[in-house]
Each structure stands twice: as C-alpha cells, then as structure tokens.
C-alpha cells in the first residue's frame, strides 16, 4: 500500500533555531498536510497544499508541495519550547469524493530545549 | 473555533466485549471518518463515511467494526467482540466538501478515545 517516509525521526535542538522534517512518498498525492500532535490529543492541522510547487506559510511554519507531487517538507523558524510535539505529514490522493482518506507519515518528534 | 468532540476520554473495557465510541462531528461537515494510533506508531485510516453509507474502509476496519450516524449530530464506531490488539488511540475526523472536483477539504480531528483492552 501507499507509505509516507519522514525524516528525521526526532530532532533535539536549540530554542532560536531553524527546524526542517520533509516527507517522501512513491506514490502521487494530490493533496499535503501537515499536521501537529501534542501528548494525550489529536492531531491539529497547520497546513494544507493543494497544488504542486505550491509554498505556503502560516506564522513561523513553511510548507511545500514538491513538484513530482511525492514530497513535501515542513519548515519551522525560530522555534520556540511550546513547538515540542510530533509532526506528521499526511496525503490525500482522491479530490471533492468520498474516498478521500489520509495516509500518515511516521512522524517527526521534537524537542526543544529553552 | 467549531471542533470534533470525542467520548469517552479513555475506554477501559475487557476482551470480548462490545464497546461504543462515540463522536460529535463539526456541524456543517459532510464526511466523517475514523482512525486508530497504536501506541507510538503513525495514524492509520479504518474508514470513511459519507451520505449514510460507508464510503471506503482498510483491511483493518474488518467484520468486527461498524459505524453509525444515528441522529444528525452523533457518528460511532462500534466494535462487536473486542481483542487485545484493539488497544489504541481512535480519532473521529470530519471534513466539509464544497462540491469541486479535485479540491480536498481538510480533516479535522477530535482528542481521541483512548482503548484499552484487558
């Protein structure tokens, strides 16, 4: 079946830092998310990407739908202790349907140190 | 903000039995599904149902599992005889659909129920 390969698994850095996690796929997706996960609650969208090529932002976070439509990568900039979490990225490939499911990444957790 | 409701919080039940999880979808969304985390694995996709019927479901989502929209709020997930490896995180998620084609609407997900099964 489809699978999401993200990297790095875990990443341990510096409050101030710039943080990167992509996601690689070998399947097409129609559609990248990117979604954060704090302990004991769901997953909470960040961002969404509908086109490829596409480079969206939302405050600190950056994301792009790669343009072979298999990839994507997250951007965090000047990270901050309260953007400890797991990241996942997920894909859709159906559009405006039904059967338009989420394939989930393994997930990146991160650690921020104060 | 309008958010997916789950209960319970966690779900302690023994091996055999049938149990309910239970999940309010946002009001105005369409498609409805449901997902499962294992103990720090990723999430993965059971089903998806949208217009009163199931619109997809994985090789997970087997005999054992059902899903109801029993009034115009509630949307469950009922597993008749429950097995140890049933134990995990299950998210509801909805998403609203504006009728274009190739234009995915967002899921959004509750807090999950937390399954435990002795």
């Known amino acids: 079946g489809q699978q999401l390969n993200q990297s790095p698994q875990s990443m341990f850095i510096q409050e101030g830092e710039d943080v990167s996690m992509n996601c690689t796929s070998s399947?097409?997706?129609?559609?990248w998310l990117w979604y954060k996960q704090d302990p004991g609650e769901g997953p909470v969208l960040l961002i969404a990407?509908?086109?490829?090529?596409e480079l969206t932002s939302n405050g600190r976070l950056t994301a792009q739908f790669g343009i072979t439509r298999k990839d994507s990568f997250l951007n965090i900039s000047a990270s901050i202790p309260s953007d400890v979490g797991i990241y996942f990225c997920?894909?859709?490939?159906?559009?405006?349907?039904?059967?338009?499911?989420?394939?989930f990444g393994t997930g990146t957790l991160l650690a921020v140190q104060p | 903000e309008p958010e997916v409701t789950q209960t319970p919080s966690h779900q302690v039940t023994q091996m055999g039995q049938e149990v309910i999880l239970r999940c309010v979808p946002i009001?105005?969304?369409?498609?409805f599904y449901w997902y499962r985390q294992i103990l720090g694995q990723k999430v993965e996709f059971l089903v998806s149902?949208?217009?009163?019927?199931?619109?997809?479901k994985s090789e997970i989502f087997d005999d054992q599992f059902s899903v109801e929209r029993p009034d115009g709020s509630n949307f469950t997930l009922k597993i008749r005889s429950t097995k140890l490896e049933d134990s995990a995180m299950y998210f509801c998620?909805?998403?609203?659909?504006?009728?274009?084609?190739?234009?995915?609407?967002?899921?959004?997900f509750g807090d999950g129920t937390r399954l435990s099964i002795l």
């Open positions: 009001s105005n969304h369409l498609y």
């Open positions: 990407l509908y086109k490829a090529g």
């Open positions: 399947s097409i997706f129609n559609t």
């Open positions: 997920a894909g859709q490939t159906a559009g405006g349907g039904a059967t338009n499911k989420l394939i």
């Open positions: 149902f949208y217009n009163n019927e199931i619109s997809e």
């Open positions: 998620a909805s998403s609203e659909n504006l009728g274009q084609p190739y234009s995915n609407q967002p899921q959004h």
